[in-house]
């Protein structure tokens, strides 16, 4: 019967940790809805479901105010953005006033972004650790023991 691994086991990775909270989704939802993005967003969709040319579908979902602050908030985790142009591009992307766009921004770093941890962050915190663990040259290494190979015979 195969053993279960241990946390402590498993080996580490930059993606062991979550991208982006389960809930992200529904955060953005209820940002859009309290802003009154909600109308705009769901005849987007409807247009989207409704239209068969692939060009069209594209620029009705990426135009959608949704898809615009996901977008955002994934270039924040990748950090291509950083928490103080936030409100800027919300604010551009969105075609809304400065300070709607700050509020929504300060919700989003409130109830979303805090969770997420920046990717070069991640890579980097993830990166040194497992240098840590790992032997600097050949002769640091453990030396092992040869093991006894069973089916070949010993020259002596």
């Known amino acids: 019967m195969p053993k279960e691994i241990s946390q ?10 979550p991208f982006f909270p389960n809930d992200s989704n529904l955060i953005i939802e209820r940002i859009l809805e ?9 005849e987007r969709m409807e247009k989207f479901f409704k239209s ?5 579908r594209k620029g009705l979902f990426e135009g959608s105010p949704g898809y615009k602050i996901s977008y955002l908030v994934r270039k ?10 936030l409100p800027l591009l919300l604010g ?3 075609n ?15 109830k979303l972004l805090v969770f997420i941890k920046p990717f070069k962050e991640r890579s980097i915190s993830k990166k040194k650790s497992i240098e840590k663990k790992l032997p600097r040259s050949i002769s640091e290494r453990p030396k092992s023991t040869p093991i006894k190979d069973r089916y070949r015979e010993t020259i002596e």
Not at 52 to 56: A, D, S
């Open 8 to 17: 402590k086991e498993k080996p580490e990775s930059i993606f062991s940790e």
């Open 34 to 42: 309290k802003y009154g993005f909600r109308k705009s967003q769901e």
């Open 52 to 56: 068969n040319i692939p060009k069209e």
């Open 76 to 85: 924040y985790a990748e950090s291509e953005i950083s928490l103080e142009n």
């Open 92 to 94: 551009e992307r969105l």
């Open 96 to 110: 809304i006033p400065k300070e709607q766009a700050k509020e929504i921004a300060e919700e989003l770093k409130e």
